[in-house]
C-alpha cells in the first residue's frame, strides 16, 4: 500500500527531510532520550507516578498519532474526495477496541452500572442541543484550520505553519466559550440529561450495540478498499517499518484503542484540551475577563477546565509529551518540515482554531476527549459530537471550497 | 504500651499457642486487636485482609482514587451521594443509610475498617454518619489512611469485591454525637458550660478569611462563635499522616483548655474536616464531643447571631 494515498502531502522518503540523516535520528533519540528521563524523575517524586504516567501516555500517544496519522480531518478528506476508506476504518478500529477495553475495566470498577452512579472521570456528557452545536462548530473549525486539536498538536511537532495559530485560536476560542457557557447552561444544558448506555443496557448490551453500530459503519466502507497488494512477501525491515514508515491506520487504530484504556485505567481518559482550556481560563480569569462564576460547569465529567494550581498537571505533561514525541517521531522518519506561516495559514488557523475553541468548552471536550474517549465509555454525547462533527465538517468543506476560500 | 509492641505481643502469644494454625492465630489477633483501639494501623491491616468479619470500606473525596487502586476488598462510598442527603443539606436518613450498610454486607458485630484519601477527613465524616446510627465501637479508621499505605508501596487492587448483603435494620438516627445551631448558640451566648472547637486555620479563626482560596460554599460574614477555641485539625497528625500519641493529643488539646472535664463541639467550615478532631476527641481520647456539622456555613450566614471578628473583615458580597 502507498502511504501517501493517506496523506495530507506526498509521505517522503527518509532521504528528503532537509537535515542530514545521522542529525535528525541523533536529535530524535535525543528527545525520546529527554522524555524517559523526565518521566524515571518525575516518578521518583512523591505522588509523581500519575505525572509520570501522564507524561509516557501523551508521549505515547504522540508517537501514534504521527506515525499513523491519525487524523480525523485527513480520514474524512480522503473518503469523501478519493472514496478511501483507510483512514475512517482506523478510528473505527480505535473506537471497537477501546470500548472493548473500557468494558472491562468499568465491569471491574462499577459492577452494577444500572444505578446512580457514573464512572468516576469517564467523559460522559449531557446530550442535547447545545452539544449539536457545539460538534457542528468543531467540525466547522476543523475544516478550516485542516486538522482537529489532537491533529494540531502534532502538527506542531512536523513543524505545521498553520498548528501554532490553530492553538492560540483555540484559547481565544476556550474564553468565547466561558462567556457564552452560562447562558448556554441556563437555557439547556442543564436540562440535558446526562445517557450512559451500560446504564440502560448494561455492559454486554452497550458493548453489543456500539460494536454492532462500528461493524454497520464498517461494513460498506470495507468494500471501498483497494484491492490488497499481491505481492505481500516482500521482506520488511522492523526498524523502518516502526519508525520511518507510515503506520496503517488500522494499526494506530487498535494502538489508539489500546493506549485509550490503559490511560484510563491509571489516570483517566485521553484528552488533549483540559490543560488548553484550564491555562485559558486561568489567563481570563486573572484578567478579569470571566464571569465571576461558570455555572454547573465543574460539576460535570469530560475534559474539565479547572482552573490549575500546579505547574505541572498530569493533561498538562500528556500535552508536552505528546508534542515532544511527535517531533521526535517527525525527525526519525524525515517528515520534520518546519515553514513559513503564510498569510492565509495565519488567518484560516486563528479563525479555524477559534471555532475548534468554542467547540471543544462548550461540548466538554473535543474529537479525542468527547468523541474518542466518550465513545469508548458508553456515552451517547460522543456519538452525538461526532455526527455533529462530521455534518459541520462537511457542510463547511462544501461551502468553502464553493467560494473558492478552502482547498 | 504502642499499638505496634501490643500487636508483637498477641501475634507471639498466639504463635506459641497454636504453632500449628495460622488462620486462627490470625484470627484470633484480629479478635482481640479490634477491640483494643478505635485505629489499626497498616501493617494490621494487611495481616487481616482475609477475616471474613471485617468489612473494609474506602471513602474518599477524589473520583477515580479506589477505582484505580484500593485495599483489597475494600468497598466504595461516595460521600457526595451515599452518606448525604442530596436534596436537603442532613447526613442520609435512616432508610437510605441501612440500604447502604446492607450493601455493604456489615452487621452490628462486624469490624468496620474506613479509610480514605486527604488524611482520612471523608473516612472519619463517615465514622461520624456511621456513629450516628449506632455503629461506633465496631468502627474504625486505618490510620494515616491511604496515605501511609501508599507511602508503604503496599499492595493495591482494582477489582471491586463480591459482599453478601446483610440484613440491618433501619434504625432511627441518634443525636448524641450532633451538635445543632440552638447548642452552639447556647455556648456562644453563655447559656451552657461547653467548649467549641475551631479547626480551621488561623486565618479563617480571626476572620481576616472568610473561606480557604477556590471553595465554593462561602459565608457572608467572618470570624468565629464566641466561645470557641482554635486548633487546626492538622496539629493533631504526624508527618506520615498517622495520629500523634494519646499523651501528644492530651497535651495538644489541654494547652486549650479541653481535658475531658466539659462536653466539646467540634466545628470547621462545612462539618467535615472537623470530624477528624471529633474522631480524635471522642474515640481516641474519650471526651465527651459532639461534631457541629452546621459549621461555619450555616453560623456565619445566622441572622443575629453574635460573632467575633478579630480582623475586623467587612463582607463585601455583590
Redesign the interface.
Known sequence: MTASSLSERSAPGPSTGRLPVSLRVASAALIGAGLLIAALRLSGDPGGSRLALSLSFGALFGFVLQRARFCFFCLWRDLIDRRDPRGALGVLAALGAGTVGYSVVLGAWLPDPSGVRLPPDAHIGPVGPVLALAGVAFGAGMAISGSCIGAHLYRLGEGSPTAPFALVGTALGFVLGFFTWNTLYLASIAEAPVIWLPRHLGYAGSLFLTLAVLAALAAPLLRWLPPADASPSERVAPLRAVFVDRWPTWLGGLAVGALGTLAYLRVGPLGVTAEIGGRSRQAAAGLDLLPARLEGLDGFRGCATAIRDAILTPNGLFIAGLVAASLAAALAAGEFRPALPKRGQIGRGLVGGILLGWGAMTGLGCSVGTLLSGIMAGAASGWLFGVAMFAGLTATLLAGRRLSLLP | MSFRTLLAARIALAALAFPMIGPAAAHATEQKQSQTSPLVSTEWLEANLASPKLRIVEVSVE??V???GHVPGAQNV?WH?DLVETVSRDIAGPEKFAALIRRLGIDRDTTVILYGDNNNWFAAWGAWVFAQYGLVDNVKLLDSGRKKWE?EKRQLD???P?VAASTFPVTPVSNGQRARLADVLAVARKERNETILDIRSPDEFSGKLIAPA?VQELAIRAGHIPGSVNVPWAKAVNPDGTLKSVAELKTLYADVGIDGSKPIITSCRIGERSSHSWFVLSRVLGYPVRNYDGSWTEYGNAVGVPVVNLAGTVWSG?
Open positions: 473520583p477515580g479506589y477505582e484505580r461516595l451521594t507511602a482494582t477489582r471491586s463480591d477556590g455583590k
